[in-house]
């Protein structure tokens, strides 16, 4: 687990809800204290842990769906997670994940158009999400990866798919408003919108990781990676930044 930085809450409650992340992005069920005692992470009781959870709640972090169930972390605390926890400069992604994004980018040539297809197709398939890609100055958007989050639990609900497909068929007339919402101020580094903090009503249950990077004959593109806010952050961030950070080392302007 990476070290936290500028964490806002004490040290043992940021241990407890990092590793209830954790263990719900791995299995998408809710976690219990007794779940965090069996994992032999915590060297103390099952009643300390429930209050921690519990002191956890109150501060808007976890929600506990039933009663006697577990509890499940909010977008605050995907937040909390993607602020303290997976720390870009720290990120890196496995080296045939790497092999793979060189060689898409090699496969487009000196076509913007189509590194932004081979790239997206590469991410989508390496990240299971999402993924839209944009020349900004011809408005030339490619779109890949809505069958691959039907496997989601997550967008097992038929009001949340069709929310997800809308947003997905609608992708290209809706650019003009996601160019302003998600990239007017962003620099060439990754950028991560959790829940709510998405601009287009859509897609307020998803997160969405975008970037700006350099194509070939001056041109600038941009990848938008949606998923479900129980997400491999890390993995998914490494991704992106991984490829944008290529790209711009071979078409700097």
Known sequence: MMTLRHACLPARQAKVLAEIISKHIKTAEPVSSKLLVTSR?????????????????????????????????????????????VVQSDLDIADGAKKRIRSAIANGGNNPREINKTVAKTISDLSDQLIFTNIFESDDCFKIGLSGLMEFPEFREFDRMFQLTSFFDHFETLFDRIKKDFFEEQ???????????????????????????????????????????????????????????????????
């Open 187 to 253: 620099d060439l580094a990754p950028n991560v919108f959790i829940g709510r903090e998405n601009p287009m009503g859509g897609i307020k249950n998803e997160a969405v990781i975008t970037v700006k990077y350099n194509l070939p004959h001056r041109r600038l593109g941009s990848m938008t990676l949606v998923g479900p806010m129980r997400m491999d952050y890390e993995k998914n961030i490494g991704l992106i930044k991984y490829a944008a950070d290529e790209l711009n080392k071979i078409f700097s302007i």
């Open 41 to 85: 992470v915590f060297k103390v009781s099952s009643a300390t842990l429930r209050n921690e959870m519990n002191g956890l709640e109150e501060l808007g972090y976890l929600v506990q769906l039933h009663t006697s169930g577990g509890r499940v972390p909010t977008d605050k605390a995907y937040r909390f997670y993607v602020d303290n926890i």
